[in-house]
Structure formats: structure tokens, C-alpha cells
């Protein structure tokens, strides 16, 4: 499990993977009725061929399956990959332990940047460290809040509704590396937000890994 954000609140846990570089290289030569059992150095420039030339199909075999655990103002960004990802989340329907919000560290809580319709400047606002004191307190008030719902013998799918936006949400996800190859690359763009690239940047190496070859051409090549 890797800890993503800068108070070691998010994660990212590989649960699994199928497949390899091998399983790209085999998908691609089926064609020709051909299999590799080891992958050669011929097999290395067929996958940057076929990340070169957008030939993708192939990067769809192997899947990855993982645990993500983001505030739920990241997870709505990271939803907005579809294709190919299928995701199962903790439900607050159903579950009513106290939830673990995110409160960013001073140095996080960038400064607007006027000439950016979304986004921010890279520096601290100046009224970072009362910024700080006004989200802890507020976190702290919609956490009370929730709990005395509770306790008010509300139905936890009811109370859920005062929680905040940092609070942490928990998800297992599948996807194939084709499509998580496309979200990193959207997703580290400089103008992407900056929580979201931690995750990004995580979950990047952690590929890079598993699929070395095959994630070094899609991450040179794919456009």
C-alpha cells in the first residue's frame, strides 16, 4: 500500500494484477496465430510499435485491480473515467463509523489564481494558516453534527448528507492498463489538480513496475 496524500490519509493498495508485458505481446501476435512463451527483444519493439501507432487493443488484456482510498473531492474527478473501469465504493447507507476527513497541510492550501478559470498558483495563500483553522473547524462541526444525527436515531443514509466533500471515501477498482494509462496521462497534466496528480504519480510507478515495458511505450508514445 502506497500513502498518497501529505497527512497519510489516502492510499493506494495494488490488490491484484492479471497479466504482463507478455500478455500484450501474445494478444497482438494471435493474429498471425503466433505465440511468445518469454518475452524477447523483438517482443519489446512490437509493444512500442503498437503504443507508437495506436494500436491499443492489445494493452486492453491485462487488468489491474486496486483499493483507492481519496477524499471524496478527488474520488468525483477520478470517476470521470468510465471506459473500461468497473468500481465497487464503501456505501454510507450502510456504514456509520466516524468518518476520517482530509485537512490539508498549510503549504497545500494554494493560492486562486485569477487567471485561471479552474486551478491554482503553486504557492500558499497568505491566509493559508487561517484558512486551515476555518476547515478543521468546520470539519469538525459536520462530524459532531453527523454523530448527534446518529444519535437522534436518524437513518445513517440521512445524516450522511452534512458530511463534507474531504471526507475520505474507499473504493475497489478494475481496469485495464490501457485505461489507466489514458487517466495518468490526464491526470499529471500540470493543470490537472494537484491532490489528484498525487494519486496519479502513485499509481504510475506502481504500473511502471508491473508492466515496465509495455508502460514505458504507452507513457512515450500514447497520444
Not at 503466433?34 to 492489445?58: F, Q, R, W
Request: overall charge neutral.
Amino acid at each position: 500500500m502506497v500513502n498518497v496524500l501529505s497527512d497519510g490519509s489516502g492510499s493506494i493498495e495494488l490488490l491484484g494484477c492479471f497479466g504482463d508485458d507478455l500478455t500484450v505481446v501474445n494478444a497482438a501476435r494471435v493474429s498471425f496465430s503466433k505465440e511468445s512463451k518469454s518475452l524477447t527483444e523483438g517482443d519489446k519493439k512490437l509493444i512500442t510499435y503498437l503504443a507508437k501507432h495506436n494500436h491499443v487493443s492489445p494493452f486492453f488484456h491485462p487488468q489491474v485491480r486496486l483499493r483507492l482510498k481519496m477524499p471524496i473531492f478527488v474520488a468525483r474527478e477520478w470517476y470521470r473515467h468510465t471506459v473500461g473501469f468497473a468500481r465497487n465504493e464503501v456505501s454510507r447507507r450502510y456504514v456509520d463509523t466516524v468518518p476520517d476527513c482530509y485537512v490539508p497541510e498549510i503549504s497545500s492550501i494554494r493560492e486562486r489564481d485569477k487567471n485561471l478559470k479552474q486551478g491554482s498558483k503553486s504557492n500558499p495563500a497568505d491566509s493559508a494558516e487561517y484558512a486551515k483553522e476555518c476547515i478543521e473547524e468546520l470539519t469538525q462541526s459536520a462530524l459532531d453534527t453527523y454523530d448527534t444525527l446518529l444519535k437522534a436515531n436518524v437513518a445513517p443514509e440521512v445524516a450522511r448528507m452534512v458530511l463534507p466533500q474531504s471526507m475520505h471515501t474507499e473504493f475497489i477498482e478494475t481496469a485495464s492498463l490501457y485505461a489507466y494509462a489514458r487517466l495518468c496521462k490526464l491526470r499529471l497534466s500540470p493543470d490537472a489538480q494537484h491532490e489528484i496528480r498525487l494519486y496519479a504519480e502513485a499509481l504510475s510507478k506502481m504500473l511502471e513496475k508491473e508492466f515496465p515495458v509495455s508502460w514505458a511505450a504507452l507513457n512515450t508514445n500514447y497520444a
